[in-house]
């Protein structure tokens, strides 16, 4: 197993993802046709049904074996976590039902920057990335994950005012993107790019559903093209937010 050492960013091709215990056959056998494995999430039974299965809801990607879990994540999915070899830390916070308490581990690694609301951050992914010497950027919204698309160390896609403006100030290229109701998240008005999308290369971004769908579609390429991005949409029809693709392990063979 190689595993993925700076999260979201895979330096080959992945080889396994965590994800969304729902997905869509279709996003399935998309991820199976490019032999990735899925590690698939269970439900969160403290958070609303909407986002129990998000993984960047219960979870946090320290980097390489190291992940953070919340209070309550279901036994049969960290035992699936451990067998593949990955160390797991109990974070300190529990999680609820209703905002803020949904999001202690929403936070958005890009490189070496952590972006989050830093007055709702588990203590434990503090003090791990803190020993990383990875630096935070607070920001004034909790979903930061969800609405973070990490395209590189240096790059990410934002429909979030603060987070664009913040990042821009710590020195990172954002794309400020639109809300846009063709990202699905039921029974909600819609949901966040970021929670659709997910790197499966070093160069290569997968999104969940046909970014064609989305109003900012030519501006979302032209960006990802100047980044040398290539696009994989797993499946027809209008964007899910899944609650992130996670990679984790990633071949040997890196991609040049």
Known sequence: MNLIEIPNLPAGTVTA???DGRIPREIKAALERLKIAIIPTEAHPDVYAAVAFHPDIMLHHIGGDALVYAPGTPEQFLD???ERGFRLFQGNTALGDKYPM?????VARVGNYA????????TVIRELLALKGVEFIHTNQGYSKCLTCVVDSNSIITSDHDIHRRVCAA???????EPDE??????????FFGGA????????LAIAG?????KNYHKIMDFLSLKRVDVVMLNDGKLMDIGTIIPVEQNRQYNL
């Open 115 to 122: 972006i989050h609301n830093t007055k709702y951050t588990d």
């Open 197 to 204: 999308t997910g790197m499966i290369g070093k160069n290569k």
């Open 80 to 82: 699936t976590l451990r």
């Open 171 to 177: 020195g990172l290229d954002s794309l400020l993107i």
């Open 17 to 19: 993802v965590i994800i």
């Open 102 to 106: 949904t999001v202690a581990y929403n």
């Open 182 to 191: 063709s990202i699905r998240l039921e029974p909600f008005s819609m949901g």
């Open 210 to 214: 046909d970014l064609y769908f989305h």
